[in-house]
């Protein structure tokens, strides 16, 4: 197996440099085949490994391939962990890249960086399998910081966009902010386990759990919770958790295969995953794990309300992604991982489903992207119109969809849970499932129903893109529609995530939920007449009352409510805040620091200090360096005697 | 240990004090009366024609440095022959392995004209 | 008095190399200029066949013979293996060199074969005497190999300071071995280590010697402030002797620290631990500092050599097994990267242009990315780039120093290499950055490339797998 471990990580990376080294050697046909079989080569030996490990029930595979070097005890290595959770997540995000590799045959068509943009994706398939198949902290981080490189050179792809430059700017720092605290978080780890190595730190786990530390003298933490709040700030980053969710929106800014693939399939579910992957360590923290579910809660609801402001077509799917990462999350936060890794699954599919859907209608629309000057997109592009409403309905959860069952666990799991804000969550969920309700059919009847709002030129060239775009919304659609009912009863309920996912006894709501499983049949048909359900109508009901029966309300209630709608508008002013106080206070230091620390005292004195210092020092020993012989006699002789009445005369 | 070295140091002494002596008894008894013929260099009655610290050929040098070479050779083959009884096969053997090697450096030089003036 | 004729098993390499040379010398005179090729081929030959019976004979236990002054142990054996390996890859990047320069002369060869077999002794000597008899026999070939070049000034130059401060230093040497002796009463390292261990480091007159000892070999690694003569060599000797005085003796006077300090003279180590620190510290800062204002790629390299040594030292100085460790590996991968750098300058050369300045490597990446490649490989090995070959070696060797607690010497020694870093940058500034000043297609023979190419691209593997190397130095130390 361990052969076929290193060809997945390895074809894709072969691809990636073949394509982005050569590129003007192979042309752009050589570059899409080369990455596109290096991917499906991935894939298809994933599906080996998914078989080999979830259906056969396999033993857990723990080793490692390469040991760079051994300091002090502690082994800095490239090894795989791959169990079942690694085998799903790989699975996951090597079917999704093959499919947005295809599509984007047609969307980059035009472009002059077509190799550049395969060489990157397939380069982020390398690093995201890096980051889910380690065995290690070290391996962990440097994936993660790889598929942040790698999303911060794509969404300025179109470099000569001021827009794309300010937003990769804007996920750079927002990232480094998390990654600070994940690069704490695992020092923390390096400092109480003395290993980076996830089986000794899980193993040593339950013996640090009443272990406290003194980060501010006097106060006693518990270092538990320390370290996995670190860690979870990692998460907040990288999963675009609030307060750190600015820079997403603003990541749109990439080409859109790179938004479905990177910000919403798979990059962005590296912190659910690896919160998921530290269930040994955030289990024995309650208080880390409240400051996820809030976190969460506060997420899943507050980013859905944005999503129904928005005009963009991107941004609404955007803010629709902030929201069910924090669905995600809340799930992490109640002890539910399984069904944070099942909704993360689940979304990967319909939410690339949605993103790849957006990029169909955008080529079709000439790259426009308002939904206001869209609507009824349906007569024009069947394929796209139907694949489309698939994703919208399980993003809202219609029963029997994929979505249906992920969030309709995690809803049901929160409600079972006891921990502290735990309440506050399930409001929010359940308030959530209306809001994306709303947001989703506001988007969908707005592009695809509906009056033609388009202008007269765009409205001629309308037709339904070209087949490499289309597949790969079909493939996408199946999975959307049918894996939720057909994976539910084995990976929440069964036995996948035993000895994989650790979860306390006092905590775990699922097995709560098992007792009322009845199949998952019985389980869609239960939700026909739950609450959430009622909430989803509710949100169909008034997206087609406002955007549908009555276009004209919308506008009347924007001026009733105009402060509110501000708000929204204003994304609840993080923007504002951060460029406020962070930026520009962290221009105005840095303006004061260049000015006299910089200049004066790092350029003056160390750097052009020592460039002189340097330069005269060389000077003189040039000198030195007559080129006589008695002089070169000379200094070794001085050399000599110095040495010797040093040591003699001690 | 260092007394059997003080004939040697009375050697030195006395030999010191007699050189120095029989110098600066010619230097303050004997007369000096100089004119140009007695100053000017002595060469067979001839004025010197160049300078006394001419260049020689660096053909002489090679010469003396490989004459060197072998001239050592004698001086280590002296002792060897009084203790050749007593070191037996093996110093034999180490003595024809060290004039082997001399005799390649020869066949070397030879090949080479070393030996050749012109 | 009889003598019993030694076992001359253990010493079987060395007879070989020097039957081979002397052979070679009596074959070479009697070639055509147009077959010295067959010259070339017997010494590489040579070396193939003394590494074949080091290897067969590899010492797993130490054995002294030759009346104690000679010994073989995995060290010496190890250090031997390297030491054929970078003189053959020496012989073969500058054929072609010596070819186009009208330097293609058996004596090449000879001299070369000779210095291996003053290198070999040099490593397995186990007596004053035989330090002293491998030093000479190899700075004699090098002298001569200096000046081989006899129609060049700066050449001839170059040999007359190296062989006059060679002499000197050799005198120093003696006169340290005259005192460690007049102190023990012998030269062979074993009773000189146990006579010292019995009047413990008092003694003024073995602190005297000692003192000699240190300046005398520090002279050969190029130590400052014993390093004066190593730029004018390194600049003035043909590039092909350049290539051997840069690597290979760099083992050897390695192993010569190692017998003559921890294996003679391990109970001063209180003593030489300061005087080595002295010289470390100069050498990282004077090589550093100095190589930066260089343009000659020779000199530079030569400066850069001075600040090896000062790491290198840094290893022996800490006087642990990892140290030394540390240090070995050290030396073996600074005389690959010498050797691919000296290699480069040599190969970019063509019929009536040499490589002299940095400048003569501006857009090589424009004329052979391949070639560009592989300097940037050894320039980043050598700057101590992670992942890089030089880079463990670098590490090790500072964490060997912060273990025994002397932080501000791994400090120093972290600040210089990251100034030293900014001149093998250039380098690589040059290769990618600058528009090529010649346009002239490179040459380079089939077997070359393929050297130089397995040369570069062991620095990578080092750098990715050093533990293999660095487990074999350790348990080689360990016998």
């Given at each position: 197996m361990q052969n076929i471990y290193l060809g997945i990580i390895l074809a894709p990376l072969m691809g990636a440099l073949i394509a982005g080294l050569f590129g003007r050697k192979i042309g752009r046909s050589g570059a899409h085949w080369i990455t596109i079989i290096g991917v499906a080569t991935a894939f298809l030996l994933s599906l080996i490994v998914l078989r080999h490990h979830v259906?056969?029930?396999a033993a857990p595979y723990n080793g490692?391939?390469?040991?760079w070097m051994i300091v002090e005890g502690i082994r800095l290595e490239v090894g795989f962990l791959v169990d079942n959770l690694t085998a799903i997540m790989m699975a996951t995000v090597t079917f999704v890249s093959l499919m947005v590799h295809i599509y984007t045959i047609g969307y980059m068509h035009?472009?002059?960086?077509y190799q550049r943009f395969f060489s990157y994706i397939a380069l982020f398939t390398f690093a995201m399998l890096m980051l889910v198949m380690s065995n290690n902290f070290l391996q962990l981080f440097f994936g993660w910081e790889a598929v942040g490189l790698v999303s911060y050179l794509l969404i300025g792809f179109?470099?000569?966009r001021e827009s794309a430059i300010f937003a990769n700017m804007k996920a750079f720092l927002v990232n480094r902010v998390g990654d600070f605290g994940f690069l704490l978080g695992i020092a923390a780890v390096l400092m109480a386990?003395?290993?980076?190595?996830y089986a000794d730190v899980f193993a040593a786990a339950p013996l640090m759990a009443s272990m406290t530390v003194q980060i501010i003298p006097g106060a006693d933490w518990s270092l538990m919770t320390v370290t996995c709040i670190l860690l979870f700030i990692g998460a907040m980053g990288k999963s675009a958790?609030?307060?750190?969710?600015?820079?997403l929106p603003d990541s749109?800014?990439?080409?859109t295969p790179i938004s479905a693939l990177?910000?919403?399939?798979t990059m962005v579910t590296a912190g659910i995953f690896m919160v998921a992957r530290m269930s040994p360590l955030f289990e024995l923290s309650p208080t880390a794990l409240s400051v996820v579910l809030v976190i969460g809660s506060i997420t899943a609801l507050f980013m859905g309300f944005l999503g129904i402001v928005q005009n963009d077509i991107k941004r609404v799917i955007a803010y629709s992604t902030l929201s069910q990462l924090g669905y995600m999350t809340v799930a992490l936060g109640v002890s539910a991982y399984s069904a944070a890794i099942f909704h993360l699954m689940t979304h990967a599919f319909f939410k690339a489903l949605l993103f790849l859907g957006a990029g169909s209608v955008i080529i079709a629309m000439h790259?426009?992207?308002?939904?206001?000057?869209?609507?009824?997109l349906w007569k024009y592009m069947p394929i796209t119109w139907v694949t489309f409403l698939l994703g919208t309905l399980a993003l809202i959860g219609?029963?029997?969809?994929a979505g249906f069952y992920s969030k309709d666990s995690i809803i049901e799991a929160v409600h079972a849970s006891q921990i502290p804000g735990a309440g506050f969550a399930y409001f929010a969920v359940m308030l959530g499932v209306f809001v994306t309700s709303l947001y989703s059919f506001r988007l969908y009847f707005l592009v695809f129903?509906?009056?033609?709002?388009?202008d007269h030129h765009t409205q001629e060239h309308l037709h339904e893109t070209p087949a490499v775009v289309t597949v790969p919304l079909i493939l996408l659609a199946i999975p959307s529609v049918v894996i939720g009912a057909m994976t539910i009863e084995p990976l929440l309920?069964?036995?996948?995530?035993k000895g994989v996912i650790m979860v306390t006894p006092e905590h775990n709501v699922l097995e709560h939920l098992a007792e009322h499983f009845h199949g998952a049949m019985n389980f869609a048909l239960h939700g026909l007449t739950g609450l959430p359900f009622i909430l989803v109508l509710a949100g169909f009901g008034s997206a087609w009352y406002l955007?549908?029966?009555?276009?004209?309300v919308p506008e009347r209630i924007r001026q009733l409510a105009a402060p509110v709608y501000d708000i929204l508008d204003n994304k609840y002013y993080f923007d504002q805040f951060y460029q406020r106080f962070f930026a520009r206070g962290s221009c105005e230091t840095g303006t004061v620091l260049w000015k006299?620390?910089?200049?004066?005292?790092?350029?003056?004195?160390?750097?052009n200090g020592t460039a002189r210092w340097v330069g005269w020092v060389a000077a003189v020993t040039r000198h030195l360096q007559s080129g006589y012989l008695y002089h070169y006699a000379f200094a070794m002789i001085i050399g000599l005697l110095i040495l010797l009445t040093w040591f003699v005369t001690r | 240990m260092l007394s059997n070295y003080l004939p040697v140091l009375i050697f030195v002494i006395i030999a010191f004090i007699a050189g120095t002596v029989m110098v600066s008894l010619g230097y303050f008894l004997g007369p000096r009366r100089d004119d140009d013929a007695k100053l000017s260099a002595y060469e067979c009655g001839f004025e010197s024609?160049?300078?006394?610290?001419m260049k020689f050929d660096v053909r002489y040098y090679l010469v003396a440095i490989l004459f060197i070479i072998f001239d050592l050779e004698i001086a280590f083959l002296f002792p060897w022959a009084i203790v050749l009884d007593k070191i037996g096969l093996f110093g034999f053997a180490a003595m024809a392995v060290f004039l082997g090697i001399l005799v390649i450096g020869f066949i070397y030089e030879w090949k080479k004209g070393a030996l050749e003036w012109e | 008095m009889n003598f019993v004729a030694p076992d001359f098993m253990p010493v079987v390499p060395e007879l070989f190399v020097l039957t081979m040379a002397c052979l070679l010398l009596v074959i070479d005179v009697f070639l055509e200029q147009r077959q010295r090729y067959i010259t070339y081929g017997v010494a590489q030959l040579t070396l193939l066949g003394a590494a074949l019976l080091t290897l067969v004979t590899y010492a797993h236990a130490p054995v002294t013979t030759m009346f104690g002054h000679y010994i073989k142990d995995a060290m010496g054996d190890l250090l031997k293996i390297f030491i054929y390996l970078s003189s053959a890859a020496v012989f073969l990047y500058s054929r072609d060199y010596l070819r186009r320069r009208d330097l293609f002369k058996g004596e090449y060869y000879v001299l070369g074969l000779f210095g291996v077999l003053g290198m070999m002794i040099m490593v397995s000597a186990h007596s004053l005497l035989s330090v002293y008899l491998g030093l000479e026999l190899l700075s004699l070939s090098l002298y001569a190999l200096v000046a081989m070049?006899?129609?060049?000034p700066v050449a001839s130059e170059a040999a007359m300071k190296y062989f006059v401060l060679g002499s000197l230093a050799s005198g120093m040497l003696l006169y340290g071995i005259s005192m460690i002796y007049g102190a023990t009463?012998?030269?062979?390292l074993q009773v000189v280590s146990d006579a010292v261990a019995r009047q413990g480091a008092d003694n003024l007159v073995l602190v005297f010697g000692l003192v000699f000892l240190v300046v005398g070999l520090s002279f050969k690694l190029g130590?400052?402030?014993?390093?004066?003569?190593l730029p004018d060599v390194y600049q003035g000797a043909p590039t092909s002797v350049t290539l051997y005085i840069g690597s290979a003796p760099k083992l050897a006077a390695f192993a010569l620290m190692m017998r003559v300090?921890?294996?003679?003279?391990?109970?001063l180590q209180g003593d030489w631990q300061q005087m080595l620190i002295i010289l470390s510290v100069l050498s990282i800062a004077l090589g550093n500092l100095v190589a930066i204002v260089q343009t000659n790629i020779k000199r530079m390299l030569a400066y850069s050599t001075i600040s090896h040594v000062g790491f290198l030292l840094l290893g022996i100085l800490a006087g642990s097994p990892e140290g030394y460790a540390a240090a070995m590996f050290y030396a073996i991968v600074y005389v690959l990267m010498a050797v691919g750098a000296f290699g480069m300058v040599i190969m970019l050369g063509r019929t009536g242009f040499e490589?002299?300045?940095?400048?003569?490597?501006?857009?090589l990446n424009d004329r052979s990315p391949w070639l560009a490649f592989l300097m940037l490989v050894i320039m980043m090995s050598m700057a101590g780039v992670p992942f890089m070959a030089g880079f463990y070696a670098k590490w090790m060797v500072l964490q060997a120093v912060v273990n025994i607690g002397l932080v501000w010497l791994a400090l120093f020694g972290v600040v210089f290499s990251v100034i030293g870093a900014f001149y093998y940058l250039r380098v690589v500034k040059c290769l990618y950055f600058d528009k090529p000043e010649q346009s002239e297609p490179i040459h380079i023979s089939l077997d070359t490339e393929i050297a130089i190419s397995a040369n570069g691209l062991l620095l990578v593997a080092l750098g990715l797998y050093p533990t293999a190397l660095m487990t074999w130095c350790a348990t080689a130390l360990l016998n």
């Amino acid at each position: 197996m361990q052969n076929i471990y290193l060809g997945i990580i390895l074809a894709p990376l072969m691809g990636a440099l073949i394509a982005g080294l050569f590129g003007r050697k192979i042309g752009r046909s050589g570059a899409h085949w080369i990455t596109i079989i290096g991917v499906a080569t991935a894939f298809l030996l994933s599906l080996i490994v998914l078989r080999h490990h979830v259906l056969s029930g396999a033993a857990p595979y723990n080793g490692s391939i390469y040991t760079w070097m051994i300091v002090e005890g502690i082994r800095l290595e490239v090894g795989f962990l791959v169990d079942n959770l690694t085998a799903i997540m790989m699975a996951t995000v090597t079917f999704v890249s093959l499919m947005v590799h295809i599509y984007t045959i047609g969307y980059m068509h035009d472009d002059d960086g077509y190799q550049r943009f395969f060489s990157y994706i397939a380069l982020f398939t390398f690093a995201m399998l890096m980051l889910v198949m380690s065995n290690n902290f070290l391996q962990l981080f440097f994936g993660w910081e790889a598929v942040g490189l790698v999303s911060y050179l794509l969404i300025g792809f179109w470099y000569k966009r001021e827009s794309a430059i300010f937003a990769n700017m804007k996920a750079f720092l927002v990232n480094r902010v998390g990654d600070f605290g994940f690069l704490l978080g695992i020092a923390a780890v390096l400092m109480a386990f003395n290993s980076l190595d996830y089986a000794d730190v899980f193993a040593a786990a339950p013996l640090m759990a009443s272990m406290t530390v003194q980060i501010i003298p006097g106060a006693d933490w518990s270092l538990m919770t320390v370290t996995c709040i670190l860690l979870f700030i990692g998460a907040m980053g990288k999963s675009a958790q609030v307060p750190l969710h600015v820079w997403l929106p603003d990541s749109m800014e990439g080409p859109t295969p790179i938004s479905a693939l990177i910000h919403a399939a798979t990059m962005v579910t590296a912190g659910i995953f690896m919160v998921a992957r530290m269930s040994p360590l955030f289990e024995l923290s309650p208080t880390a794990l409240s400051v996820v579910l809030v976190i969460g809660s506060i997420t899943a609801l507050f980013m859905g309300f944005l999503g129904i402001v928005q005009n963009d077509i991107k941004r609404v799917i955007a803010y629709s992604t902030l929201s069910q990462l924090g669905y995600m999350t809340v799930a992490l936060g109640v002890s539910a991982y399984s069904a944070a890794i099942f909704h993360l699954m689940t979304h990967a599919f319909f939410k690339a489903l949605l993103f790849l859907g957006a990029g169909s209608v955008i080529i079709a629309m000439h790259h426009e992207q308002d939904i206001r000057k869209m609507g009824g997109l349906w007569k024009y592009m069947p394929i796209t119109w139907v694949t489309f409403l698939l994703g919208t309905l399980a993003l809202i959860g219609t029963p029997g969809f994929a979505g249906f069952y992920s969030k309709d666990s995690i809803i049901e799991a929160v409600h079972a849970s006891q921990i502290p804000g735990a309440g506050f969550a399930y409001f929010a969920v359940m308030l959530g499932v209306f809001v994306t309700s709303l947001y989703s059919f506001r988007l969908y009847f707005l592009v695809f129903h509906g009056k033609e709002r388009m202008d007269h030129h765009t409205q001629e060239h309308l037709h339904e893109t070209p087949a490499v775009v289309t597949v790969p919304l079909i493939l996408l659609a199946i999975p959307s529609v049918v894996i939720g009912a057909m994976t539910i009863e084995p990976l929440l309920f069964g036995e996948v995530f035993k000895g994989v996912i650790m979860v306390t006894p006092e905590h775990n709501v699922l097995e709560h939920l098992a007792e009322h499983f009845h199949g998952a049949m019985n389980f869609a048909l239960h939700g026909l007449t739950g609450l959430p359900f009622i909430l989803v109508l509710a949100g169909f009901g008034s997206a087609w009352y406002l955007y549908m029966a009555r276009p004209d309300v919308p506008e009347r209630i924007r001026q009733l409510a105009a402060p509110v709608y501000d708000i929204l508008d204003n994304k609840y002013y993080f923007d504002q805040f951060y460029q406020r106080f962070f930026a520009r206070g962290s221009c105005e230091t840095g303006t004061v620091l260049w000015k006299y620390v910089d200049a004066g005292l790092i350029d003056g004195l160390l750097v052009n200090g020592t460039a002189r210092w340097v330069g005269w020092v060389a000077a003189v020993t040039r000198h030195l360096q007559s080129g006589y012989l008695y002089h070169y006699a000379f200094a070794m002789i001085i050399g000599l005697l110095i040495l010797l009445t040093w040591f003699v005369t001690r | 240990m260092l007394s059997n070295y003080l004939p040697v140091l009375i050697f030195v002494i006395i030999a010191f004090i007699a050189g120095t002596v029989m110098v600066s008894l010619g230097y303050f008894l004997g007369p000096r009366r100089d004119d140009d013929a007695k100053l000017s260099a002595y060469e067979c009655g001839f004025e010197s024609f160049e300078d006394a610290r001419m260049k020689f050929d660096v053909r002489y040098y090679l010469v003396a440095i490989l004459f060197i070479i072998f001239d050592l050779e004698i001086a280590f083959l002296f002792p060897w022959a009084i203790v050749l009884d007593k070191i037996g096969l093996f110093g034999f053997a180490a003595m024809a392995v060290f004039l082997g090697i001399l005799v390649i450096g020869f066949i070397y030089e030879w090949k080479k004209g070393a030996l050749e003036w012109e | 008095m009889n003598f019993v004729a030694p076992d001359f098993m253990p010493v079987v390499p060395e007879l070989f190399v020097l039957t081979m040379a002397c052979l070679l010398l009596v074959i070479d005179v009697f070639l055509e200029q147009r077959q010295r090729y067959i010259t070339y081929g017997v010494a590489q030959l040579t070396l193939l066949g003394a590494a074949l019976l080091t290897l067969v004979t590899y010492a797993h236990a130490p054995v002294t013979t030759m009346f104690g002054h000679y010994i073989k142990d995995a060290m010496g054996d190890l250090l031997k293996i390297f030491i054929y390996l970078s003189s053959a890859a020496v012989f073969l990047y500058s054929r072609d060199y010596l070819r186009r320069r009208d330097l293609f002369k058996g004596e090449y060869y000879v001299l070369g074969l000779f210095g291996v077999l003053g290198m070999m002794i040099m490593v397995s000597a186990h007596s004053l005497l035989s330090v002293y008899l491998g030093l000479e026999l190899l700075s004699l070939s090098l002298y001569a190999l200096v000046a081989m070049d006899r129609d060049s000034p700066v050449a001839s130059e170059a040999a007359m300071k190296y062989f006059v401060l060679g002499s000197l230093a050799s005198g120093m040497l003696l006169y340290g071995i005259s005192m460690i002796y007049g102190a023990t009463g012998s030269v062979d390292l074993q009773v000189v280590s146990d006579a010292v261990a019995r009047q413990g480091a008092d003694n003024l007159v073995l602190v005297f010697g000692l003192v000699f000892l240190v300046v005398g070999l520090s002279f050969k690694l190029g130590a400052v402030p014993f390093h004066m003569w190593l730029p004018d060599v390194y600049q003035g000797a043909p590039t092909s002797v350049t290539l051997y005085i840069g690597s290979a003796p760099k083992l050897a006077a390695f192993a010569l620290m190692m017998r003559v300090l921890v294996d003679g003279l391990g109970t001063l180590q209180g003593d030489w631990q300061q005087m080595l620190i002295i010289l470390s510290v100069l050498s990282i800062a004077l090589g550093n500092l100095v190589a930066i204002v260089q343009t000659n790629i020779k000199r530079m390299l030569a400066y850069s050599t001075i600040s090896h040594v000062g790491f290198l030292l840094l290893g022996i100085l800490a006087g642990s097994p990892e140290g030394y460790a540390a240090a070995m590996f050290y030396a073996i991968v600074y005389v690959l990267m010498a050797v691919g750098a000296f290699g480069m300058v040599i190969m970019l050369g063509r019929t009536g242009f040499e490589v002299e300045n940095i400048d003569d490597f501006k857009g090589l990446n424009d004329r052979s990315p391949w070639l560009a490649f592989l300097m940037l490989v050894i320039m980043m090995s050598m700057a101590g780039v992670p992942f890089m070959a030089g880079f463990y070696a670098k590490w090790m060797v500072l964490q060997a120093v912060v273990n025994i607690g002397l932080v501000w010497l791994a400090l120093f020694g972290v600040v210089f290499s990251v100034i030293g870093a900014f001149y093998y940058l250039r380098v690589v500034k040059c290769l990618y950055f600058d528009k090529p000043e010649q346009s002239e297609p490179i040459h380079i023979s089939l077997d070359t490339e393929i050297a130089i190419s397995a040369n570069g691209l062991l620095l990578v593997a080092l750098g990715l797998y050093p533990t293999a190397l660095m487990t074999w130095c350790a348990t080689a130390l360990l016998n």
